[in-house]
């Protein structure tokens, strides 16, 4: 069963939750007992494919999903050959002692496909479930690759209409030209003047007027979300840790038992919240690294316990990391403070009207113990990228380099040789122009147009340009509106009114 973070919403099924994405109190659904695994089970993984350890895992955490239910769901999201590697989310040796965890195989060549061509399916299942009858409309910010893969997911799925709002200047041209030109009937894409965070807001604001939600009722509409605010978009990134695990064990590079560290490139803090779980749940893992960009608010708060949004925002070659409310971290709080849905509600109260709050000694000290945490700019990004190639012939997004910096960083500072597992979180061809200047320098790239910096990027690192982003070139151009964040729900409105 489901609670919310803020504790004043009754206990849910899973396909309650994932309906309604996000509770009514403004909290975030959290199980209401995190499942423990024991070692047998995750040695039966090795075996597995991963739609079948896919299958086993999220048996623990949907149990009024069938057997069945969820294997049509995980074959659906994973099989078919939406994703160009057979592993799903292959491991990777890039040096001694650190892989990369691959997650940007799939359809958007971004980590989010590994959620978001699950979430739809689960959602689709939940609304029979539950015999919902009214239209789902799913509203989604994104800092750049939730967008697209959401419109993947959810692309004519029946009963769902999906609307993405994007920071107008603040997505790579990869990842604009991905959401603008978007097919689907029941999809609608907004940019939004301001940054991630104003979206973000702005679809939380959305969540929470009463009035509004009435009226959509009153013609048959209902509010979900496709943020790792819905659970059904956070229990999927749980999987591809224990597969990460099990095909290490399985390729004889660690043995069942040895506890390795997940380097994570992080704003949102679903990605390595995921981990977290998989940790509680009895993976052996021994830490959790948290690497931000410039824009530090996570590395602050996991070293000093103060979390502010106070501080100037910028905007960087890692756009999905320019976040500065990290929405997930209020599921970790709810398990640090045992359950204290009254203490996390007093934090969230503090960080609506103050910009900040602060956890006591206590708290802190049992968090750093899991997620040491750290930041590179933009400078030593490109320099990595621009290293590793070198070194060991393997290209970085620039979100992935941020990880692999602050990897090597806390190896150098600790000593501490544990296996590094790199998550790396987009193909280096979502964010080509940052990538191809940092290998060989903004003044050698032969043309500035976007997709002859693809074809010159393929030719340095010596990998195909995903087809998916190729044909974006002659895609046409469908969704141009761009709105104030204050004009938000006049814009939801306006295109429900359209259906």
């Avoid at 075996?47 to 294997?71: G, M």
């Avoid at 046409?476 to 709105?483: E, N």
Wanted: with cysteine.
């Amino acid at each position: 069963m489901y609670l919310s973070t803020r504790g004043q919403v009754d206990r849910l099924t899973a396909a309650q939750a994932i309906a309604q994405g996000i509770a009514p109190d403004g909290g975030l659904f959290v199980p209401e007992a995190i499942p423990f695994v024991d070692e047998p089970f995750i040695v039966r993984l090795q075996s597995l494919s991963y739609q079948e350890r896919a299958a086993a895992i999220l048996q623990l955490f949907l149990t009024d999903y069938t057997e069945d239910e969820l294997k049509s769901c995980v074959a659906g999201a994973y099989g078919g050959g939406k994703f160009s590697s057979p592993a799903v989310a292959p491991v990777v040796k890039v040096s001694d002692r650190t892989f990369a965890l691959e997650l940007w195989h799939g359809p958007t060549s971004a980590f989010k496909d590994m959620a978001l061509q699950l979430l739809p399916r689960l959602l689709s299942c939940a609304l029979k479930k539950i015999g919902e009858q009214a239209q789902i409309v799913i509203l989604v910010a994104t800092s750049g690759d939730t967008g697209k893969a959401a419109l993947e997911g959810f692309m004519d799925v029946e009963q769902t209409q999906v609307m993405v709002f994007y920071p107008e200047e603040g997505v790579s041209q990869i990842q604009r030209l991905q959401m603008v030109t978007q097919e689907g009937e029941n999809l609608k894409v907004f940019a939004v003047k301001g940054n991630f965070d104003d979206a973000q807001t702005g679809v939380k604001r959305i969540f929470s007027d009463n009035a509004f939600n009435a009226e959509l009722a009153n013609g048959g509409f209902k509010l979900s979300s496709a943020n790792s605010i819905n659970w059904g978009r956070l229990v999927p990134q749980i999987v591809y840790y224990f597969s990460a695990y099990a095909d290490l064990v399985r390729n004889q590079q660690i043995t069942q038992g040895d506890k390795v560290n997940f380097v994570v490139p992080t704003g949102n803090f679903g990605n390595i919240l995921a981990g977290y779980y998989a940790k509680q749940m009895g993976l052996p893992i021994n830490k959790l690294i948290c690497a931000s960009n410039s824009n530090n608010v996570l590395t602050d708060f996991l070293t000093t316990g103060v979390y502010s949004r106070n501080r100037q925002f910028y905007k960087t070659y890692s756009p999905s990391m320019d976040i500065l409310i990290s929405s997930n971290l209020e599921r970790l709080l709810y398990q640090v403070t045992n359950q204290d849905s009254k203490q996390v509600n007093q934090w969230m109260e503090e960080l609506n009207t103050t910009g900040e709050y602060r956890i006591g000694d206590e708290y802190l000290a049992a968090i750093k113990e899991v997620f040491p945490a750290g930041w590179v700019d933009d400078v030593q990004t490109a320099t990595t990228i621009g290293r590793v190639h070198k070194e060991f012939g393997y290209a970085l997004d620039p979100h992935t380099a941020v990880a692999w910096q602050v990897a090597e960083t806390y190896r150098q500072q600790t000593g501490d040789t544990t296996m590094n597992i790199i998550v790396s979180t987009a193909s280096p061809f979502k964010f080509n122009q940052t990538v191809l200047n940092a290998l060989v320098g903004a003044e050698r790239v032969n043309d500035k147009s976007e997709f002859a910096v693809l074809k010159q990027l393929s030719q340095i690192i010596d990998r195909p340009v995903p087809p998916a982003l190729t044909e974006l070139e002659h895609k046409a151009v469908r969704h141009t509106t761009i709105c104030g964040k204050q004009d938000m729900p006049m814009v939801v409105k306006a295109a429900l009114k359209s259906k």
